[in-house]
């Protein structure tokens, strides 16, 4: 596995939030390298995800998934339909990251199930498969509340992680600080993230809308920072060709 100190930049990634395939065309053509399925506040469901899951990366985009709930089910439907990582949300601490996290890897690291489907070919496993399976296909835990805060180098250190993965806006709120700002105590919890993810040797990642957020991880090296999401895009075009008549 890479580790976030040996990587020149970024990748550039998006999220999106509806079923919306000419958004993920749209998006590759305008140089984005990544998608991140969002299925806990986005309106995706599984069949939009089985479909346009492959056809991202089809048409060249790396193709991750933010589950609506970390459970087994969700993240098997996320893992077997071929996704390169998840994204676990709303991990309360260490305990819940250590039984969670263990659901993305087979034995004898984790607990993962054995299905049957497009990661296998339509065809029977292997011993090669299980073990290139845990290598690569990635687990971020999302650090977000302020307990796994408190336990991020653990979380970091857990064999079933492969990186971790910041949630400024719920994070803000879960330190008492109110909406996301970008305050100093907000890029603090951002160093103390990335900080954690090195020590560990792991990748770390966060949405970077925000300038001055960016600005502080990018000096960090984050595995890949989100711009920005489907919706976001169109609201931003609508008030462009708007604003040719004012």
């Not at 991750?64 to 998840?86: C, K, S």
């Not at 073990?131 to 653990?154: F, H, K, P, S, W």
Request: negative net charge; hydrophobic residues 45%.
């Amino acid at each position: 596995m890479t580790s976030a100190n040996e990587l020149a930049r970024p990748a550039i990634g998006f999220w999106l939030e509806s079923d919306n395939q000419k958004a993920c065309e749209i998006a590759r053509l305008a140089g984005f390298e990544l998608v991140l399925f969002d299925m806990e506040h986005g309106t995706l469901d599984l069949p939009a995800l089985d479909r346009l899951l492959p056809f991202c990366q089809s048409i060249g985009l790396t193709a991750y998934v933010r589950l609506a709930e970390a459970t087994r089910p969700n993240i098997q439907h996320a893992l077997d339909a071929g996704a390169e990582a998840i994204v676990l949300p709303q991990l309360r601490d260490l305990a819940h990251a250590r039984k969670v996290t263990e659901f993305a890897k087979f034995a004898p690291l984790g607990t993962r199930g054995v299905g049957y489907g497009r990661t296998q070919r339509y065809g029977g496993a292997s011993n090669d498969f299980f073990r290139e399976e845990n290598e690569q296909r990635l687990c971020y835990a999302m650090i977000e509340t302020a307990e796994a805060l408190a336990d991020a180098e653990a979380i970091a250190a857990l064999p079933c992680v492969d990186g971790l993965f910041m949630g400024p806006g719920d994070l803000s709120v879960a330190r008492g600080r109110g909406a996301f700002s970008a305050s100093e105590a907000d890029v603090a919890d951002l160093k103390h993230i990335a900080n954690a993810a090195h020590l560990a040797g792991k990748c770390w990642a966060l949405p970077a809308t925000n300038s001055r957020l960016r600005e502080a991880a990018l000096a960090l090296s984050p595995s890949f920072v989100m711009l920005g999401d489907d919706l976001s895009a169109l609201s931003i075009g609508f008030e462009a060709l708007r604003s040719n008549l004012n």
